[in-house]
T-cell receptor
Framework: DQQVKQNSPSLSVQEGRISILNCDYT??????FLWYKKYPAEGPTFLIS?????DKNEDGRFTVFLNKSAKHLSLHIVPSQPGDSAVYFC?????????????FGAGTQVVVTP | DAGITQSPRHKVTETGTPVTLRCHQT?????MYWYRQDPGHGLRLIHY???????DKGEVSDGYSVSRSKTEDFLLTLESATSSQTSVYFC????????????FGEGSRLTVL
């Protein structure tokens, strides 16, 4: 049973607009959350992370919001650029069970159109 | 970019044959992982290593074994490949045992006919 869910398999957005990617989780022990970006024929690359002691983390055009009570996080990309077209994976891990044993969502394919 | 090399990058094999995938790192990181990526599942952890000759099972370890005789190499073996093991396999490394950023290799696409 997947503990991290990305219910939108795809998202199309116009260049310059905001992209909002959503992620839900079921395990209340998750304490650390990450987003990875993946281009075709490449490995995933780390994008941004947030720990449960925060509700927001920002890095340039990327902001992650965490709502622990709702077990929900979202990634905002503003403004979206054509180079942002990729698959985005949400991942989570409990702080007491680390070793990089991340639980990944199924991914959301983002397409940024001109 | 983290120095991670996976080989082979592509392989087609037949059911029942053994297959070994290799992950080689030049970062001297202590922790290494094997994940598989499948549509609808994202990435799932197969096995991981926290040091030379120290390995443990991940979420989907059945049918796979690993070995790590040197810091830089982590091998994933399918003793008898099955069609359900057709997937893209990613090796990852990290410098810390605590939850944090993983650096992934470019992947090895395996097709079992």
């Amino acid at each position: 049973d997947q503990q991290v869910k990305q219910n939108s398999p795809s998202l199309s957005v116009q260049e310059g607009r905001i992209s909002i990617l959503n992620c839900d989780y079921t395990n209340s022990m998750f304490d650390y959350f990450l987003w990875y970006k993946k281009y075709p024929a490449e490995g995933p690359t780390f994008l941004i992370s947030i720990s449960s002691i925060k509700d927001k983390n920002e890095d340039g055009r990327f902001t992650v919001f965490l709502n622990k009570s709702a077990k929900h996080l979202s990634l905002h990309i503003v403004p979206s650029q054509p180079g942002d077209s990729a698959v985005y994976f949400c991942a989570a891990s409990p702080s007491t069970d680390s070793w990089g044993k991340l639980q990944f969502g199924a991914g959301t394919q983002v397409v940024v159109t001109p | 970019d983290a120095g991670i090399t996976q080989s082979p990058r592509h392989k087609v094999t037949e059911t029942g044959t053994p297959v070994t995938l290799r992950c080689h790192q030049t970062e001297n990181h202590r922790y290494m992982y094997w994940y598989r990526q499948d549509p609808g599942h994202g990435l799932r952890l197969i096995h991981y290593s926290y040091g030379v000759k120290d390995t443990d099972k991940g979420e989907v370890s059945d049918g796979y074994s690993v070995s790590r005789s040197k810091t830089e190499d982590f091998l994933l073996t399918l003793e008898s490949a099955t069609s359900s093991q057709t997937s893209v396999y990613f090796c990852a490394i990290s410098s810390s045992g605590s939850t944090g950023e993983l650096f992934f290799g470019e992947g090895s696409r395996l097709t079992v006919l």
